[in-house]
């Protein structure tokens, strides 16, 4: 009797120790983190003037982590000067820094705009801890002049003061490609190296050099792509010489997730451009739900979702059913 329990319990041990393991080597990438992310990137859809809004959406994500909006503002963030917001959030209490961007709300536009962006790539030098300046390879001009703006406006004098938090950076759209950028810089100099990153429909930000520095100043990115989202695949990969310098080329580490968000692929954490993942669905393959699929992240219309505060429906609706079916369960 004793025997068969010890074995249970040694049996039960093992299965703990494979479930930490298990866990460990998904390198931190964790779902319900993610969807707090989101509300982050949600909550720069508020309107620039919805205090309610945008507080709403951080305190769904963080209710006892005291959050204060710092700054919100907007620079024009591509060719067409279409604008991108963002906003500054500390918490003091937790020590810690929330910068989120948002993109253009028109996912239309942005197909057009990005399905010959390759002329766009230019060299971008980025100085390090010591002051040194580095080509760290090839990024898109108007987000990086856009990051630039804002890192002067917003970001540094958000952070300067705070080198020790850290920082959760994320964005939707255009928006995602302004948070890598600015995590990179925050990394790069040395100002900080506790960085989280999620983006949601991110496009291609840099070529693989720069794929390479970002990954590794800021190990702890997750680029979340909705199934056949066509954003993440714009501009398009050079087919004779995708990892050309100055060919647009994704970083690590895409999280791809089926058109329900039921399940997700962990994709390659070093090669951005994992064949596994949603590469693999061909070019014409996005069909008419491609804008749905990015305008939509984990089943939230995210720029609807962050101008309503981040409302949560879905599990208000989720609890009725359980409590109801408790209840029938009693009577
Ligand atoms: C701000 O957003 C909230 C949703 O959280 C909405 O109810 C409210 O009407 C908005 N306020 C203004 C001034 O637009
Ligand atoms: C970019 O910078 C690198 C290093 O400074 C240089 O070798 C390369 O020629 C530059 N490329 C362009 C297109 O200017």
């Known amino acids: 009797m004793t025997k068969t329990n010890d074995k249970t319990i040694f049996r039960l ?32 859809y508020a309107d620039s003037s919805n205090v309610t809004a945008r507080q709403s959406c951080i305190d769904v994500s963080f209710p006892t982590d005291n ?10 963030c591509d060719k067409h000067g279409n604008q991108c917001q963002a906003f500054v959030a500390i918490s003091d209490t937790t020590r810690q820094v929330i910068i989120s961007f948002r993109g253009t709300n028109s996912a239309g536009q942005l197909l057009t705009e990005f399905s010959n962006g390759l002329e766009d790539y230019v060299n971008y030098t ?21 990051m ?23 964005g939707h759209s255009l928006g995602g490609a302004m948070a890598t950028l600015t995590a990179f810089r925050i990394a790069f100099r040395q100002f900080s190296n506790r960085i989280k990153v999620h983006t949601f429909g991110e ?16 190990p702890y990115a997750f680029r979340v792509v909705h199934y056949t989202d066509p954003i993440p695949h714009l501009p398009p990969l050079n087919v004779d010489n995708p990892t050309g310098s100055g060919m647009p080329y994704h970083h690590p580490r895409e999280i791809w997730y089926n058109d329900d968000f039921t399940s997700y692929t962990l994709c390659s954490d070093t090669n951005g451009e994992d064949w596994s993942c949603s590469d693999q669905k061909p070019f014409w393959d996005y069909g008419s739900k491609g804008v749905y699929r990015h305008t939509h992240y984990f089943n939230h219309f995210v720029s609807e979702y962050g101008s309503l505060g981040c409302p949560n429906s ?12 408790l209840i029938f369960y009693f009577l």
């Open 203 to 218: 496009p291609r930000v840099g070529d693989l050099l720069f794929a390479g520095y970002f990954t590794a100043v800021v």
């Open 126 to 146: 980025e100085t390090d801890g010591s002051g040194n300046n580095v080509n760290v390879g090839h990024a898109n001009v108007y987000f990086l002049d856009a």
């Open 314 to 325: 879905e599990s208000t609706i989720k609890y009725a059913i359980v409590l109801f079916s």
């Open 67 to 76: 959050f204060r909006v710092l700054m919100v503002m907007s620079t024009p």
């Open 148 to 170: 630039k703006q804002m890192w002067d406006d917003m970001v540094y004098p958000s952070i300067n003061s705070r080198k020790d938090y850290t920082f959760l950076i994320t």
């Open 13 to 44: 041990l093992l299965l703990i120790v494979f479930f930490i393991f298990g866990v460990s080597s998904y390198t931190g990438y964790s779902e319900v983190e993610a969807e707090k992310f989101l509300n982050l990137a949600a909550a720069a």
